[in-house]
């Protein structure tokens, strides 16, 4: 009973997969320009001014320079210049938390790229094998000449979801391995940025010391 109900299921070839397939693409297409919208919202300019301003102490403008912009870098030296008064150890909590948090939100959606990438395939092999055994199935009901050529024209076609299964993977792989690297890169310059903050409130707090 059960292999009859699976074998009504396989009947219908592999054209419901490549479907799935397509639809999933669909999405993945519309992360990829979300994403892309995203992070190039949040980046910060003018970092190497702002780098300055730190280095002399002159918190007001770099927070004046910071204006409203958003984003991991903008909220991270945000975050720091408001809790510089607590001192470096303070700012260096509140460093961490902040980077933490803003990753969560840069994240958002990639797993899916990168379960759609790892999966895609395997999606695609199951309606090849779906194809082969309904070619297979067919030749069994027609085992003549012209059964046969209808195998394998069924068998090519079955091949095809595999081939459709490697053309969703392939892009999502790259837009994961691209985002992530946007996010290490602006994690890192967040980093910089609250590192040169809390070398000024160290220096500031040695020479307090040595008064």
């Known amino acids: 009973m059960i292999i009859q109900k699976l074998l009504a299921i396989v009947n219908l070839g592999a054209a419901w997969v490549l479907w799935l397939l397509v639809g999933l693409s669909v999405i993945s297409v519309g992360i990829m320009i979300e994403r892309t919208f995203f992070f190039l919202g949040r980046r910060l300019p003018g970092r190497e001014a702002l780098s300055a301003l730190l280095l002399a102490g002159d918190f007001k403008k770099a927070r004046a320079a910071l204006g409203d912009r958003f984003g991991i870098e903008a909220d991270v030296l945000r975050a720091a210049l408001d809790q510089a008064d607590s001192g470096p150890d303070s700012v260096a909590k509140v460093v961490d938390a902040n980077i933490k948090r803003s990753r969560l939100e840069y994240e958002s959606r990639l797993a899916f790229l990168a379960t759609l990438g790892n999966n895609a395939p395997f999606i695609g092999l199951f309606g090849t094998v779906l194809g082969i055994i309904r070619a297979f199935s067919d030749l069994a009901r027609n085992p003549s000449a012209a059964g046969a050529s209808s195998v ?28 992530q690297r946007a996010l290490r890169r602006a994690s890192q310059r967040a980093l910089v940025l609250a590192d040169l903050l809390e070398a000024r409130l160290r220096g500031r707090d040695v020479k307090s010391e040595a008064a």
């Open 152 to 179: 394998m024209a069924g068998i090519s076609e079955a091949l095809i979801a595999t081939a459709v299964g490697l053309l969703v993977a392939l892009p999502a792989v790259v837009a994961y391995n691209v985002f």
